[in-house]
């Protein structure tokens, strides 16, 4: 079964919001067998829908469309719908309920005649019900093809597909089974990593694909197995994995999507019921930023003090001036420093420190463009290395944020023996 997802908003095409919407479909979409073929943004143009209607008819079995469903004239959707289908729209009494029920419950309001003429749907829709929104999804088909519409705002449109079009999309269709497993690695580049993992890659079953997907610092392996039995590739992707972890185990810290590095570590430092701060220069506090982006952070994080300026690390965090002006801000005995001192201030079992020259100039540092120190203090000691990450400069701060993170793994991991 193939899908197609169709965004529809000129605020898209002119840069001023990202289409997260489709992410979102796509991965629902997968978790159930049906693959993706295409991703489409188009102008909030009556001509433009049309097109990409008749372009995705009988290509696709599904075509998913978020946005212009809006009660402004600007949106368009509903009306162009009207058109393809040979429809014209008809009020709908229990989605004009809803729309006065989420009014008066939600906001205290009445709703206006604009906000009930949301109801106003195509005669032959099926509802997709809103929960949290006035625009209902409408699900309507055409010869072999089916067209969902759902409204642009992403919680609205996430409650829709989760409750209402998954579930019916599980009842209707039949559908192989996609299974992905994807495995974080942390400290080794892509190309060294094929390397390593060559024969094993080359003896891996037909139905089980390999990707490799890098970015700064990590490269996630991703294995993707389809087929119509659900054991089996479970069993197959098992088996493999089981294999890599002999070839690569030590640069391995996650085998699911969500489990990313900061994932990783916080849940590695709430079941020992361990504590960190972070004391940041280079990185501008982005490795807080991760770790409190985690679900149950303040159970383990205590704080961050982000030391931009020399001065700072001096008056704060109290770092030796004399040192600084012999080892300069940029150096090892300044990160030890800093990693100690912000875990003394914040009483915390680890601290991550980072100072470094990201770039794009030299400024007052006389260390090259990408220089790094990275320190982790802990209460049996601190550790520090250096690091040349070369440029551009969200690079060397990308970089060096999973580098942070990767050494304390290191840390806690090694004082757990």
């Known amino acids: ?63 998913l469309i978020t946005g212009g469903l809006g009660p402004t004239k600007d949106d368009i959707t509903k009306h162009t719908f009207c058109d393809y289908f040979g429809d014209q729209l008809q009020r709908n009494v229990a989605v004009e309920q809803h729309v006065i029920d989420l009014f008066h419950v939600k906001l205290k309001l009445e709703a206006t005649q604009v906000n009930k003429d949301q109801a106003l749907v195509p005669s032959r829709c099926e509802i997709l019900h809103n929960a949290f929104g006035t625009a209902p999804g409408m699900w309507m088909k055409k010869e072999q093809t089916v067209f969902v519409s759902m409204p642009g705002v992403p919680y609205e449109m996430k409650a829709i597909v989760i409750n209402e079009l998954v579930p019916k999309l599980v009842r209707e269709y039949q559908r192989p089974y996609i299974i992905h497993q994807t495995i974080l690695t942390y400290g080794q580049g892509e190309s060294r990593i094929a390397e390593r993992i060559e024969d094993w890659e080359n003896n891996l079953p037909t139905f089980i694909k390999l990707a490799y997907l890098p970015s ?47 994932v990783v570590v916080g849940r590695l430092l709430q079941k020992q019921e361990l504590t960190v701060a972070t004391a940041e220069s280079c990185t501008g506090g982005k490795i807080s930023q991760l770790l409190t ?125």
């Open 1 to 63: 079964m193939k899908a197609a997802i169709l965004t529809i908003g000129d605020e898209i095409l002119i840069g001023q919001i990202v289409d997260t919407n489709s992410s979102f479909i796509a991965k629902s979409l997968d978790k159930i067998g049906i693959e993706v073929c295409e991703m489409q943004s188009i102008a909030d143009d009556k001509q433009a829908i049309l097109e990409a209607f008749a372009r995705f008819q009988n290509r696709v079995d599904l075509v």
């Open 293 to 417: 982006a985690v679900a149950g952070a303040s159970a383990y994080f205590k704080g961050s003090i982000v030391c931009y300026a020399t001065s700072v690390k001096e008056t704060v965090l109290g770092i030796d001036a004399q040192l600084i002006q012999e080892n300069g801000v940029v150096s090892a005995a300044v990160a030890v420093q800093m990693a100690e001192r912000v875990r003394q201030l914040l009483k915390t079992d680890y601290a991550i420190a980072t100072t470094g020259n990201a770039g794009p100039s030299l400024g007052d540092e006389s260390v090259p463009l990408g220089t790094v120190f990275i320190a982790i203090a802990s209460a049996q000691e601190t550790v520090v290395e250096g690091f040349s990450f070369g440029q551009p400069r969200e690079k060397v701060i990308d970089v060096a944020v999973n580098k942070s993170l990767e050494l304390l793994q290191k840390e806690i991991l090694k004082n757990l023996v």
């Open 216 to 262: 700064p610092g990590k490269v996630r392996l991703r294995l993707s197995a389809r087929g119509t039995d659900k054991s089996v590739l479970e069993n197959a992707l098992k088996a493999n994995i089981e294999q890599l972890n002999e070839l690569i185990g030590e640069i391995i810290v996650g085998f699911e999507e969500e489990d990313t590095i900061e």
